[in-house]
Nanobody, 123 residues
């Protein structure tokens, strides 16, 4: 079992920055690839970014590439998503998720989810 708690969401103006953090507890954190997903009102949950268990590889959705950076600290059991140059279309609830061993872009392949944190970008 893994428990995930996101923090760091809020309201920001377009062009601004936010840093989301996800704290994990329970099972050995380094066994899991960690992903960030988001869901806007009326839309399906979509992939944002994923980082491998050791932080060696990371992937991003095309819509956030070059603006968002994912990182993890296995000593602190945390994974962060640094978001720069935010746009109104980035407005969504952001979720972190854990998948045992292998990274994935597909939400239905993840084993554990946090409760989400709201990010609102005003124009």
């Amino acid at each position: 079992q893994v428990q995930l708690v996101e923090s760091g969401g809020g309201l920001v103006q377009a062009g601004g920055s936010l840093r989301l953090s996800c704290a994990a507890s329970g099972d050995t954190f380094s066994r899991y690839a960690m992903g960030w997903f988001r869901q806007a009102p009326g839309k399906e949950r979509e992939f944002v970014s994923v980082i491998s268990w050791n932080g060696g590889t990371a992937y991003y959705a095309d819509s956030v590439k070059g603006r968002f950076t994912i990182s993890r600290d296995n000593a602190k059991n945390t994974v962060d998503l640094t978001m720069n140059s935010l746009k109104p279309e980035d407005t969504a609830v952001y979720y972190c998720a854990a998948r045992l061993y292998r990274d994935s872009r597909y939400a239905n392949e993840y084993d554990y989810w946090g409760q989400g944190t709201q990010v609102t970008v005003s124009s």
